[in-house]
């Protein structure tokens, strides 16, 4: 019993000395907390103390006023990198200037990358951030760009995926707004596709599609390099099916020329090409110092000279606040009118985009023309001035077909009957579209042509749109070419071949036909008749084929002509000199 009870006195003793080193440790590191004004973060300060404090009229060489003001900076800085977006970057800037970001360069890198880590989706507007701040205080660029590669090396080590895709997809960024050098791209795709993985390859792709663009401009041969490298992994087959497919998608996205993914956004190209300042520096760099200690918070002796040296520079790059207010002034003024100026042009936009979806969807949902006819003269919209976009869509619609439908022709040749204004649209038309005929494919080309053959041959259109061909070896193309060749294969299974012919030949239309059946060079006028004949026309030729064969006749007469007109002349001439000569011997 004795025994038992001694024991149990021990464990309350050891309990008691225990509890009490305890509470000693807890205080000590109280005390520590609370006079150390070294450490990140530092101790809460109530909103009443920092009155109390202002009220008090601390010193500014004080530590205690020079550690409220670091506080607030930080807490400036942490709400501006957060509320950032492309809407109001350039508010934002500004404000940023406005706050001493030289003092607290360390806790602007460490708040943006904080916030990129934590919304991917607006890497483009903290690199637009960082590549305008770098213009005007390079040294935050430069701190920024020694952290971002400290950490990517840091992840790449550890096979952190995702912080390895977030800070990838920030140094991309960075690239495409010129804030680093591309050789630093370069560097991390050759080493994440040295000794391909899964997810390095995967990480790769995503940095190609991001600054793949902008490599492709600047940096094309090393932008090759990478793709064969890319190409050999694919046809090597190791990694994993998904893998794969991701790789041969990025390959479809650079015969599209990276589309979609442009280098830098219209709302965020806020850098003159002049002001950009770009770092160099490596990947392998070993020297690179990310200057933690910046983070915290450091007794400055010269306080007060620090903040206005800095009241200076940020007066350099933002001006004066009367001048920054005309500027504003002007700027909303400008604002204004150019809005007034994009809401009316927004306005005929809407009204023609509204009325082209109309008719498509009134010409797609019609049974027969005549219907579509009405619809659409008789719709809500008025047609007006815009007869021009009626036509239109009708030939884009008869185009867009897989064949060509007999509705578009009777559907155009009513509303050339019912308004002349139709036909001219039509003629004007016609001219546009055999001009770019070579812009369309095949399908298009054939619709294309058996609409207007459609138009010529129920006169819904005058003949005299011909003259636009010129059917010679130097004016026409394969493309135009196809499109001659159908119009009058339909015209002539149209109206037959003899009346096609007589069509063709009518003497007041000569002069609209002379490009179709040149006679101004006996080579066109045989390319007209071998392009006939070969599309088994030959039969229109037949003047043509006359008109070559008594040419060289023709010729030959005029030759002989002339030289009859010249022989009487000389025969004068050496009559002349043999008088003069006579006369000169009789006086001898």
């Known amino acids: 019993i004795n025994a038992e009870y001694m024991g149990h006195l021990l464990s309350v003793y050891f309990f008691s000395i225990t509890m009490q080193s305890t509470a000693a440790d807890d205080l000590s590191t109280i005390g520590r907390k609370s006079n150390n004004i070294s450490r990140s973060g530092g101790v809460y300060i109530p909103p009443f103390k920092i009155r109390k404090l202002e009220q008090n009229n601390v010193s500014p060489d004080s530590p205690e006023h020079q550690r409220m003001m670091w506080d607030l900076l930080k807490k400036s800085i942490n709400g501006l990198c957060n509320k950032v977006n492309d809407v109001n970057i350039k508010n934002i800037v500004?404000?940023?200037?406005?706050?001493?970001?030289?003092?607290?360069?360390?806790?602007?890198?460490?708040?943006?990358?904080?916030?990129?880590?934590?919304?991917?989706?607006?890497?483009?507007?903290?690199?637009?951030?960082?590549?305008?701040?770098?213009?005007?205080?390079?040294?935050?660029?430069?701190?920024?760009?020694?952290?971002?590669?400290?950490?990517?090396?840091?992840?790449?080590?550890?096979?952190?995926?995702?912080?390895?895709?977030?800070?990838?997809?920030?140094?991309?960024?960075?690239?495409?707004?010129?804030?680093?050098?591309?050789?630093?791209?370069?560097?991390?795709?050759?080493?994440?596709?040295?000794?391909?993985?899964?997810?390095?390859?995967?990480?790769?792709?995503?940095?190609?599609?991001?600054?793949?663009?902008?490599?492709?401009?600047?940096?094309?041969?090393?932008?090759?390099?990478?793709?064969?490298?890319?190409?050999?992994?694919?046809?090597?087959?190791?990694?994993d099916k998904k893998t794969q497919f991701i790789i041969e998608d990025l390959f479809l996205l650079r015969k599209k020329n990276f589309a979609g993914f442009p280098p830098i956004s219209q709302e965020l190209d806020l850098v003159e090409e002049d002001d950009q300042i770009t770092h160099e520096v490596s990947l392998h760099d070993q020297t690179l110092d990310s200057e933690k200690k910046l983070d915290f918070f450091h007794f400055d002796p010269k306080y007060a000279e620090n903040e206005a040296l800095y009241q200076k520079i940020r007066k350099e790059i933002l001006g004066d606040d009367s001048d920054a207010e005309k500027e504003e002034e002007d700027e909303q003024e400008e604002e204004e009118q150019a809005q007034v100026q994009q809401n009316i042009h927004d306005l005929g936009e809407q009204?023609?985009?509204?009325?082209?979806?109309?008719?498509?969807?009134?010409?797609?949902?019609?049974?027969?023309?005549?219907?579509?006819?009405?619809?659409?003269?008789?719709?809500?919209?008025?047609?007006?001035?815009?007869?021009?976009?009626?036509?239109?869509?009708?030939?884009?619609?008869?185009?867009?077909?897989?064949?060509?439908l007999r509705f578009y022709g009777l559907l155009g040749q009513r509303f050339c009957v019912l308004k002349r204004v139709y036909?001219?649209?039509?003629?004007?038309?016609?001219?546009?579209?055999?001009?770019?005929?070579?812009?369309?494919?095949?399908?298009?080309?054939?619709?294309?042509?058996?609409?207007?053959?459609?138009?010529?041959?129920?006169?819904?259109?005058?003949?005299?749109?011909?003259?636009?061909?010129?059917l010679n070896e130097g004016e026409t193309t394969s493309s135009s070419r196809i499109f001659i060749k159908i119009l009058f294969q339909e015209l002539a299974e149209f109206m037959g071949l003899n009346k096609l012919n007589e069509r063709l030949h009518d003497p007041t239309m000569q002069e609209?036909?002379?490009?179709?059946?040149?006679?101004?060079?006996?080579?066109?006028?045989r390319f007209a008749i071998n392009f006939f004949t070969s599309i088994g026309l030959g039969g229109l030729t037949d003047e043509l084929r006359e008109w070559l064969k008594n040419k060289p006749k023709e010729i030959m007469l005029q030759h002989r002509e002339i030289e009859a007109q010249q022989a009487p002349s000389s025969d004068s001439d050496s009559d002349s000199d043999s008088d003069s000569s006579s006369s000169s011997s009789s006086d001898s």
């Not at 298009?444 to 010129?470: E, G, M, S, V």
């Not at 490009?515 to 006028?525: C, I, R």
Request: aromatic letters at 8%.
């Open 512 to 525: 609209c036909y002379e490009g179709l059946f040149p006679k101004d060079n006996p080579k066109n006028t």
């Open 94 to 239: 500004p404000e940023l200037f406005g706050e001493n970001i030289l003092r607290g360069k360390g806790l602007l890198c460490r708040s943006i990358m904080k916030a990129q880590a934590a919304s991917p989706n607006f890497t483009p507007i903290f690199a637009a951030l960082i590549a305008v701040i770098n213009t005007k205080i390079p040294e935050i660029g430069e701190l920024l760009l020694k952290r971002v590669i400290i950490n990517w090396r840091r992840a790449f080590r550890r096979n952190d995926k995702q912080m390895c895709t977030t800070l990838t997809k920030f140094l991309s960024h960075l690239t495409n707004q010129k804030v680093v050098d591309e050789g630093l791209s370069l560097e991390v795709l050759t080493l994440l596709l040295d000794k391909p993985t899964d997810d390095s390859v995967e990480v790769a792709v995503g940095f190609l599609k991001e600054s793949g663009s902008y490599l492709h401009e600047i940096s094309p041969v090393g932008l090759h390099v990478i793709l064969e490298r890319l190409r050999t992994i694919l046809h090597e087959g190791d990694l």
């Open 423 to 470: 036909q001219q649209e039509f003629e004007e038309a016609f001219k546009t579209q055999y001009s770019m005929i070579h812009r369309l494919e095949t399908n298009k080309l054939r619709n294309c042509a058996k609409l207007f053959a459609h138009f010529l041959h129920t006169d819904a259109l005058p003949w005299n749109i011909l003259q636009y061909i010129h």
């Open 351 to 404: 009204s023609i985009s509204q009325l082209r979806r109309t008719l498509y969807l009134t010409i797609m949902s019609s049974l027969d023309f005549e219907e579509c006819a009405h619809k659409i003269l008789k719709g809500s919209h008025s047609l007006e001035g815009k007869e021009g976009e009626v036509v239109n869509m009708l030939i884009e619609c008869c185009c867009n077909e897989r064949t060509y």
